[in-house]
T-cell receptor, first 113, second 116 residues
Framework: KAGVTQTPRYLIKTRGQQVTLSCSPI?????VSWYQQTPGQGLQFLFE???????NKGNFPGRFSGRQFSNSRSEMNVSTLELGDSALYLC????????????FGEGSRLTVL | AQSVTQLDSHVSVSEGTPVLLRCNYS??????LFWYVQHPNKGLQLLLK??????LVKGINGFEAEFKKSETSFHLTKPSAHMSDAAEYFC??????????????FGAGTRLAVHP
């Protein structure tokens, strides 16, 4: 069974640009959740999608958005990038985030210059 | 506030010696608790979970954790460290969230170093 796949693995952007990250969950998983990981703030929950609907959202500004497609693949978008958005963005899939049993991808490392 | 606290940001042990990574939680509810591990440049992997069944939980790679309600703790242990255990470990609690769904709260992480 293939694991969670995130693309791209690494990317560099400049302030003011936008970025789209992609996550392909494990087959059969309908829940995809996104997390931001930084040395200063640790792991912070961004949002969860389940069957194409956003079900949970963390405390991030509206510049952070996401969506989920009918095949459960998910994308997250960050607009008007700021230096502080530099981070490792992790996505996780599962039958439901509420179970706590999640399978994580290796992440997309975003550097904002 | 309901949260999870990992008491050590760094732990260093010698190969073959026991590992203890400490986690305390704060919750008004009977919590579900988890330990995840993250190896360098990798995503997180579930080590073990506690969901109100047995208080001593066995996980992968020889790790165990004991839920102690009186101490509000869920410490992770391993009798004998291996070099491959060097990683960052996260204690996680599930809390009720708006709309009837739950959310995960991650501890700050404990970086485990294993020396030969």
């Amino acid at each position: 069974k293939a694991g969670v796949t995130q693309t791209p693995r690494y990317l560099i952007k400049t302030r003011g640009q936008q970025v789209t990250l992609s996550c392909s969950p494990i087959s059969g998983h309908r829940s995809v959740s996104w997390y931001q990981q930084t040395p200063g703030q640790g792991l912070q929950f961004l949002f969860e999608y389940f069957s194409e609907t956003q079900r949970n959202k963390g405390n991030f500004p509206g510049r952070f958005s996401g969506r989920q497609f009918s095949n459960s693949r998910s994308e997250m978008n960050v607009s008007t990038l700021e230096l502080g958005d530099s981070a490792l963005y992790l996505c996780a899939s599962g039958y439901s985030m509420s179970t706590g049993e999640l399978f994580f991808g290796e992440g997309s490392r975003l550097t904002v210059l | 506030a309901q949260s999870v606290t990992q008491l050590d940001s760094h732990v260093s042990v010698s190969e073959g010696t026991p590992v203890l990574l400490r986690c305390n939680y704060s919750s008004s509810y009977s919590p579900s608790l988890f330990w995840y591990v993250q190896h360098p440049n990798k995503g997180l992997q579930l080590l073990l979970k506690y969901t109100s069944a047995a208080t001593l939980v066995k996980g992968i790679n020889g790790f165990e954790a004991e839920f102690k309600k009186s101490e509000t703790s869920f410490h992770l242990t391993k009798p004998s460290a291996h070099m491959s255990d060097a990683a960052e470990y996260f204690c996680v609690v599930i809390l009720p969230f708006s709309g009837g769904y739950n959310k995960l709260i991650f501890g700050a992480g404990t970086r485990l170093a294993v020396h030969p």
